[in-house]
């Protein structure tokens, strides 16, 4: 018998992420494109799966947002009030169903990161896991014995509002909707704003990064206390610094500060907070474990 092969789309707010097979030990074709306009972008992607076409039992797409991920909605496939140029309002499923005549399951990038950790990673053995990405946007998707959490919309994890000290941190936020909300803060485009560089390009050792550890450790204390997740995975470049992590979790005890009594949190943070086990394939990996869900 042959083995199914699937499209998955990592559809993000810098590049397009793709691939072909059924899982981390078999891919078959892989390929990235420059999130350009929804024209250029979307037609590279269709085009990519044009030769595998009449071999894929679906494709699973992953989409930076807010995404409309309610298949009974009349935007269902929609990117919304994305601050992305070009992007606000795009029918991004409905342009893949024009050129690609195949099933289709979509959600949020974040969810499918955090489906495919599930699935083949880092958390494949923990029945709640959050997964959380810290890069041009921030977002986090929440996993359930498989499954996404889902509610009146979609997670918006990077929106949730922090604790600012002006003298500390006089920078007021960079997000068009709320200022200094979590992305607002600590999202790649909020360190643009703030030093006119790149987060890669600041030393080691400035003085920020104590900062922006602390605003990570603040959103993750909120999501422990309030969604208690059995593992937190944080994928996404300003992730990338090797000190962040141990930064993160030692912010992370401080703030607790003992109240959960979990040895997880005690003594074994290294293991609950961790970077991805699938590197950068979570998302493209998670887009074909969504529609390979889907197909069963």
Known sequence: MTEKIYGGIEGGGTKFNCAVGSGPGNILAEARFATTTPAETIGQVCQFFMPYADRLQGIGLG???????????????????????????????????????????????????????????????????????????????????????RGLTSLEMGHIRLSRDPQLDPFQGACPYHGDCFEGLAAGPALQARFSQRGETLPDDHPYWEIEAGYIAQALVNYILSLAPKRIIIGGG??????????????????????????????????????????GRSGVLGSIALVMDSDK
């Open 238 to 279: 300003v992730m990338q610094k090797d000190f962040m992590f141990p930064s993160v979790r030692r912010r992370v005890q401080e703030l607790l500060n003992g109240y959960l009594s979990h040895e997880m949190i005690l003594k074994r943070i290294d293991e609950y907070i961790v970077p991805p086990a699938l590197g």
């Open 63 to 149: 989409s930076f947002g807010p995404f409309d991920a309610d298949p009974t909605s009349q935007t269902y496939g929609y990117i919304t009030t994305t601050p992305k140029p070009h992007w606000s309002n795009t029918n991004v499923l409905g342009m893949l169903r024009e050129k690609l005549h195949l099933p289709f399951a979509a959600d949020m990038d974040v969810v499918v990161a955090g489906l495919g950790e599930a699935k083949w990673g880092a958390s494949k053995n923990d029945s709640h896991s959050l997964y959380l990405t810290i890069g041009t946007g921030i977002g986090g998707g929440y996993i359930v014995d498989g499954k996404p959490l």
